[in-house]
């Protein structure tokens, strides 16, 4: 059988953790940075889990993790 192809944007957006989830950064946190507070500017640093409906599609572009 051939190889599966790693999708290089999925793989520089997505990392594994050691227990096997899939974990990806917070979004809204490149521009329009004033008008958000401390707080939430704090809190979209964080790291977050994906959906489980999501798990499947990131098994296809990720292939060997």
């Known amino acids: 059988m051939y190889k ?3 999708t290089k944007s999925v793989s520089k ?3 594994v953790s ?3 989830k899939f ?4 979004s809204c946190k ?3 940075l004033q008008k ?3 707080k939430r500017k704090r809190k979209l640093c964080r790291t977050t889990g994906i ?3 999501d798990k499947y599609s990131l098994n296809y572009t990720l ?3």
């Open 51 to 53: 959906s489980y409906s």
């Open 4 to 6: 599966l192809k790693t």
């Open 13 to 15: 957006r997505f990392k």
């Open 30 to 32: 490149s521009h329009l």
């Open 23 to 26: 974990l990806k950064h917070y």
């Open 36 to 38: 958000k507070s401390s």
């Open 18 to 20: 050691s227990n096997g």
């Open 63 to 65: 292939p060997y993790t």
